[in-house]
């Protein structure tokens, strides 16, 4: 089975973030990045599969040079290879551009299953993995818990709202976005990081996989949000501060 | 009509009789918003089998229309089945804007459906306002971190999914709308997934529901081992101990514990949030808590901001100080 991963690399999550200037992005000088928390579960959803039904796990990345980093530790966790998609701005905000590129990409791959994870960690669109499997023309499931190969295709328990779930049967090939948690990551092994300095990374421009197309939805600003509520916040010496938290429980609130 | 069409959606599970999802009204309120701004008039629809009666009960709101769209192939959800109906209805209405409640469902099957008349869905939206004639909205980025404000710079039609809570239902004018049937065509080999049975797993011997006091424990409690740490906090303000999705999905703290979107919503008179940073996917679960008591390390974490009173700090020493605190 030929297993694609689409992943993407997000600032940490305990990051501070201040807005540029112009209002159009982060500051993203001093930040650290990590692979966006819901794709490593996809990665892992992908790796579990291959060991269970062989095949090969290829991760497909859109991002500047810095993605590198991020690329050689899904290597490392155990993915056969890579297809890095450099770009050059700090992000693509358009979801059905990026969706497009992605199939570009991956035209001469043919994969029997997509996975990615359910939602990004920094444009939290949660579509990109709907819209490329509409691009690619495969049928999709959302927020997968587990996948079981069955006669002529897939058979995934789906989560739904309110405790409920759903098994639903797709045929391959097909696209599924992984939900978070639903199994434990594991860590790349010294073995692992070894390999995968000789793992092949092809390297792809994102201008050469473009089409010319009129954005459909546009960022014009990003800010810090307002706060709507008015809240008392106390930053002092820790027993200072459940001193005055107490006496505003019991006399203010009237909570306790 | 060229105008808004707000999508309702059918809530999921339960047996026999159709309703509507708790958040499908919050999408037509959404809708009516947009269709005041602009001037743009505002119908509804309800897709599934044999959608009649609740369409009949959508109609006592003040819309121009309810659509029932009606087909046996829609009694079970499936992304095919939604994406391919409802394209025929809005490319039948010509509407110009189509608004979803942001639910798990939306999630599915919006993006496709967009996708499949070359557009984009703005998700999960939480504000909008008109500038210069056109519709600025606004979503979430970084977890609830930032905000952005997304034109539509095309033609449309537009597709937008607001948040729960973020467009409030219950200011609803009432009204009498007629309600037309719509049958989309749809044939059995369009569908290409197939639904089985819907389950449950966890048994729910917990109803959080029930309490006064809720504390919550997040991922900065890092171990299994420190969650009684914050179980010491819910006995000494006689709370039940809750958690967020991470530390049910570790299995530290059962599932039946967990509040969420994907667990329990609720309400009690004071919610205290331990080392939460305040997903949007755990706001929709507490929100409506009376008082709101957050306690983070990281200022700028989107729980303060529904928070009333809140500690910045590290919680292994604000906690032991507020239990000692509240034993004094």
Redesign the interface.
């Known amino acids: 089975m030929k297993i694609v991963v689409a992943i993407k690399q997000v600032p940490a999550r305990d990051s501070l973030l201040k807005v540029n200037g112009e209002g159009t992005w982060i500051e993203d000088a001093d930040l650290a990045y990590e692979i966006n928390e819901p794709d490593a579960y996809a990665l892992e959803a992908g790796l579990q599969l291959r060991e269970k039904e062989g095949g090969e796990v290829v991760v497909i990345c859109v991002g500047p040079d810095r993605a590198t980093q991020t690329i050689r530790e899904a290597l490392a966790k155990g993915a056969d290879r890579a297809i890095h998609i450099e770009t050059y701005e700090e992000t693509v905000g358009d979801p059905l551009a990026l969706a497009r590129v992605l199939a570009a990409a991956l035209s001469e791959e043919s994969p029997d299953l997509v996975l990615t994870g359910l939602q990004s960690d920094d444009l939290g669109f949660g579509q990109t993995g709907v819209i490329l499997a509409e691009v690619m023309g495969l049928p999709h499931g959302t927020l997968i818990m587990n996948i079981e190969v069955s006669e002529g295709g897939i058979t995934v328990k789906r989560e739904l709202e309110d405790g409920w779930f759903q098994n639903v049967e797709i045929p391959l090939p097909a696209l599924l976005t992984v939900q978070s948690g639903a199994t434990k990551l594991r860590y790349a092994t010294l073995m692992g990081i070894k390999r995968a300095k000789t793992k092949e990374v092809k390297q792809l421009d994102i201008s050469d996989l473009q089409t010319e197309s009129e954005p459909t939805i546009a960022v014009s600003r990003i800010y810090l949000p307002e706060k709507s509520k008015k809240s008392v916040v106390f930053d002092g010496p820790a027993r200072e501060s459940a001193a005055k938290l107490v006496e505003k429980l019991r006399f203010e609130a009237r909570v306790i | 009509m060229s105008g808004v069409l707000a999508v309702l959606e059918l809530a999921?599970?339960g047996s026999g009789e159709l309703k509507l999802h708790k958040m499908a009204l919050e999408a037509l309120a959404a809708a009516k918003r947009i269709g005041a701004e602009l001037g743009l008039p505002v119908s509804a629809a309800v897709v599934g089998s044999g959608v009649g009666p609740v369409a009949a009960a959508v109609a006592q709101y003040s819309v121009e229309k309810v659509f029932a769209v009606d087909h046996a192939l829609l009694a079970a959800y499936t992304?095919?089945g939604y994406s391919i109906a409802l394209k025929q209805l809005v490319a039948a209405t010509g509407a110009k804007y189509v608004v979803f409640p942001h639910?798990?469902?939306v999630?599915?099957?919006?993006?496709?459906l967009?996708?499949?008349m070359?557009?984009?869905?703005?998700?999960?939206v939480v504000g909008l306002r008109v500038e210069d004639g056109a519709l600025?909205l606004v979503?979430?980025?970084?977890?609830?971190?930032?905000?952005?404000?997304?034109?539509?710079?095309?033609d449309g039609p537009h597709f937008v999914s607001v948040q729960a809570g973020a467009f409030r239902a219950d200011g609803l004018e009432a009204g009498a709308a007629p309600v037309e049937a719509f049958t989309p065509e749809l044939s059995a080999a369009q569908i290409?997934?197939?639904?089985?049975?819907?389950?449950?797993?966890?048994s729910?011997a917990v109803d959080l529901t029930a309490a006064d006091?809720i504390v919550s424990v997040g991922r900065g409690i890092r171990e299994a081992e420190n969650i009684g740490v914050v179980q010491e906090l819910a006995d000494a303000?006689g709370a039940e101990l809750a958690a967020s999705?991470?530390i049910c999905?570790?299995g530290w703290l059962p599932m039946e514990r967990q509040v969420g979107?994907?667990?329990q919503t609720v309400a009690p008179?004071?919610y205290v949030a331990v080392g939460i940073s305040g997903a949007i996917q755990h706001l929709v679960g507490m929100k409506g808590s009376?008082?709101v008591?957050?306690i983070n390390k990281?200022?700028?974490a989107p729980i303060?901001?529904?928070?009333?009173?809140?500690?910045?700090?590290?919680l292994f020493?604000?906690v032991p100080?507020?239990v000692?605190?509240?034993k004094k």
């Not at chain 2, 070359?118 to 999960?124: E, H, K, P, R």
């Not at chain 2, 290409?192 to 966890?202: D, I, M, V």
Request: glycine letters at 8%; aromatic letters at 8%; charged letters at 30%.
């Open positions: 999921v599970g992304p095919d639910t798990y469902q999630r599915d099957f919006a993006p496709k967009a996708t499949s070359g557009q984009v869905l703005a998700s999960d600025v979503r979430q980025l970084f977890q609830g971190k930032i905000n952005a404000d997304l034109r539509f710079p095309g290409r997934t197939k639904p089985l049975e819907l389950f449950r797993e966890s729910r006091i303000l999705r991470p999905d570790n979107s994907s667990g008179k004071m009376k008082v008591v957050a990281d200022p700028e303060f901001e529904v928070a009333d009173y809140g500690i910045v700090g590290d020493e604000v100080a507020l000692a605190e509240l």
